[in-house]
Structures are given as C-alpha cells and as structure tokens.
C-alpha cells in the first residue's frame, strides 16, 4: 500500500517557484494498479519520483506499507521499489541476465539464486531464457528490451513496482501484447503499482483505479468505469473524450450481461415442426441449436417452415463464439461486422454457456449513464480547495 497526504512540490524559492504538486492526498491498496493520468507538466510523474525520492518532498508524508519513505535509507527504499521506466535503460555492455540480476546483486543473493530468479522472469515475460539470457539490449527488438525493463523491474520480487510510461516508445501492437502480458503477470503476482500514463485507453485497460492531475491539483479518483460515467468536471469530461460509452463497453464484459438461460433453445435432433411450434410458443423468431451442449447454429421459423428433416438440416453456422472474457466492445463490433444481433457463449470446452444480444449491450450502456449518483461509492479523496 501507498499513502499520500497532502503531499507537495514546489520548484525555487521566492518569487520564482513552481507548484509541481499542490497538496494531494489518495492511497494506492495493496495489489492494485492505479494510473496517474493527465496531460505533460500535470503532476503525474512527479508524484512517482517522489514515492522513490528521486525528487524531495517540500511538504507531506508518503508511506509504502505504513513505513514513511523519509524513515527509510534512501538507498533501501530503492532496493524496495521495483521501477520500471519508457527509456527502459538497460546497461549495453551487460548481457540480459546481467541486467536483470542488477538490484538481486546489490541485495547479496547467492549466483544460484539470481540465476534461477532471472530464468523464471524470462518466462514470466515470454522470453525464453535459452535464447536470450546471454544477449546484448542491441541484439533484442524494442518490444523484447521492454518486457526485460518490466523482468528487471520484478527481480527482487518487490512488493511495490512504479511504472513510468513504461510502454509508451513501443509500436501499438507490441503496446497491446505487452499490455497484456503485464496483465496476466498482475493477476498471479497482485503488486501494488504506480502506473504513470498519458492515454486514457490504456488507463482503463490497465488500472483497478485512475487518478487524474490537472496543474499540480488531484481532480478525480475513481474506477476507470466511475470516471467514465460521472467525470466530475469538464477537465475530466473533456480528456475522457467524446467517445464514453464505448470506453464503457471497453471495460465491459460478456460475463456482466450474459444470459444464461435464454427461452428459444432447441436440439439439433428436434424435428422440425417440433421446434417451429416451439418457437412460437416462445414467441422467439429464431432458435439457437444445440447438440451435446454445444452450439452448433440457430435456426429461425422461416427456415424451419420448409424444412421436412431434423432442426440440424436447416441450422446457419454463427460466425464466431464469444468467450466470457471478451470486451462487450469487441462483440459490438463483431455484431456489425456479422450483422447478427445475437451471439452465443461457450466455454473453454467449447460448452454453450449463454446468449449475448445487441439489446443487452444496448441496456448494458444505458444502466451506466442512468443515474450517476445512485449506489455509486466514490473512493474517498482528498483535494486542495
């Protein structure tokens, strides 16, 4: 855990200061990511270099797991942090297991240890140790020299990791696989990170909370899904972007709106008649069609009606399955690509598990906009008035 309470920087003396940071309080929980997000000049990576005092603090307390940095040896404090910058700054003439093995040495771990430490954050971050552990930084990609800044970052498995922009010079594809990756480490090793970023899409892949700066001043702290829905002001409103509601559905899941027991399913062994009659009992225009639990098709009463055999003679193939994890975002889209309003939900077995339609999403957005004080907990902030 992260504390700041009313931390301040100011830059001069007398008449020529500068407030980098004017009085900001939040806390980082334990194992959540929060991204600091704001624009150039705004406080956001200030408020990093301060946490490892890279800057001094003109007034305020940080703590890391209720111990005041000022407390802590400088040097300690460092050791503590795992950090993890754009620049990546890995040493060109050390090998990429030097490079990761830099803090675990300044700690006096044995060489076995180090050597077992570095091969396991090389497969952490997709990189196969056998090939690449006695590499040069030239020698690897941009995308390969981030994902050692992030091993590097995570060798003397830290509890606490900052981040700086640290995928920020990578090309966007990369940017999203490592994005990615990061995640899934996250969701195994549950550190507590400092996310600095300047891109609101990112934030809201990547942060359990955002914390937006304008000028030095903390303006909102909240979920990527509150600040969406309820920017607190039009500085907020504004750097959000016009696009909220598919940022929304960015953050969505199949698994928030899914149903799993939809009225109009059919076997595929039903004759047809059967399963025509059955519909319209239901009063459903189509069927969905399984066989041994798995969603082979749907059928609809036009194509059932000159259909003499089994449902599974008329059955049109859906285009694609859904997963409980896909972005409703990227069902929308799907949606309009197919023009098919409705989607079924498998397993990792391939076994039906629900419907998603283009209503649902539709009743998924407006319930985020429908009230934007009602059962809404803000996390609680402090800001300078």
């Not at 430490?117 to 056998?130: C, G, H, K, Q, S």
């Not at 939900?345 to 076994?351: C, G, H, P, S, T």
């Amino acid at each position: 855990m992260i504390t700041y309470e009313s931390v301040t920087k100011v830059y001069g003396k007398g008449l020529n200061t500068v407030t980098a940071l004017d009085n900001v309080s939040f806390t980082i929980p334990k194992g959540e990511v929060v991204v600091f997000l704001g624009p150039s000049g705004c406080g956001k990576t200030t408020t990093l270099r301060l946490t490892n005092r890279l800057e001094t603090l003109t007034r305020g307390v940080i703590t890391i797991e209720d111990q005041n940095i000022m407390d802590i040896d400088v040097v300690q404090l460092r050791q503590r942090l795992g950090y993890v910058i754009q620049a990546i700054g890995l040493f060109p003439n050390k090998t990429i297991a030097e490079n990761i093995a830099v803090v675990p040495k300044l700690l006096h771990w044995d060489e076995e240890r180090i050597s077992k430490r570095v091969d396991e954050l090389l497969e952490m971050t997709n990189l196969d140790p056998e090939l690449y552990r006695d590499r040069y930084p030239a020698e690897l990609s941009g995308g390969q020299q981030q994902r050692v800044g992030v091993a590097r970052g995570l060798a003397a498995d830290p509890n606490i990791l900052l981040m700086d922009e640290p995928f920020g010079a990578i090309d966007p594809i990369n940017r999203e696989e490592i994005q990615d990756e990061f995640l899934k480490l996250q969701t195994k090793l549950k550190k507590t990170v400092a996310f600095v970023s300047h891109d609101i899409h990112e934030a809201i892949k990547m942060g359990d909370r955002i914390a937006i700066f304008e000028k030095g001043r903390l303006v909102q702290y909240d979920t990527p899904e509150v600040i969406l829905t309820q920017p607190k002001n039009k500085f907020v409103s504004d750097f959000v972007g016009a696009d909220r509601a598919l940022k929304v559905l960015g953050l969505m899941r199949v698994s928030d709106i899914i149903n799993r027991t939809p009225k109009n399913i059919i076997q595929g062994g039903d004759r047809s008649a059967e399963a025509l009659h059955f519909l319209n009992t239901k009063d459903s225009r189509y069927g969905i069609v399984l066989e041994h639990n798995k969603p082979i098709g749907f059928v609809t009463q036009k194509s059932l009606k000159y259909e003499d055999g089994p449902v599974r003679d008329a059955v049109e193939p859906y285009p694609v399955f859904l997963r409980e994890k896909t972005p409703l975002r990227d069902v929308l889209s799907s949606m309009l690509m197919y023009s098919t309003p409705t989607f079924c939900v498998v397993d990792d077995d391939k076994n039906f598990a629900g419907t998603v339609t283009y209503n649902d999403i539709q009743k998924a957005v407006k319930a985020s906009y429908a009230d934007e004080t009602e059962n809404v907990e803000p996390v609680e902030t402090e800001v300078a008035s």
